[in-house]
C-alpha cells in the first residue's frame, strides 16, 4: 500500500521553519542569481515575496522583497545580480512554462 503525503497535513509550525530556513539560505548564497532559480525551478527570491503577499502579508511589493532579500530589492541587485545572459533567459523562458500558468 503506497502512503500518500500531503503538503496540507504539515504542521504549520514546521513548514515556518522550513520556509525561514530556506530563506536564510537564499540570503547566504548570494551565487545563486534569481534567472538561474528561476532557469531550473521555476522560482525565485522574488517569487517568494509575492508568494507571502498571497498568503497575507500586509506590506507592499517593495516590503516583502526587503523582507525575502534582507535588504531592500534595489540595494541587493546592485550587490549581487548579474546581467543575465541569453542562455540563461532562455532557460527561464522553458522552465516557466512547466508552471502551469503560476509562479
Known sequence: MTEEYEIADLDDAIAAAAFRRLVRHLRQ??????????????FCRNCLADWIRDAGFEGDKAEARALIH???????KDKYQTEATSE????????????????
Open 70 to 76: 534582507g535588504m531592500p530589492f534595489a540595494e541587493w
Open 88 to 103: 540563461q533567459l532562455a532557460r527561464m523562458e522553458e522552465s516557466l512554462k512547466k508552471n502551469g500558468g503560476s509562479h
Open 29 to 42: 548564497r548570494h551565487d545563486a542569481q534569481n534567472i538561474d532559480l528561476m532557469g531550473l525551478a521555476g
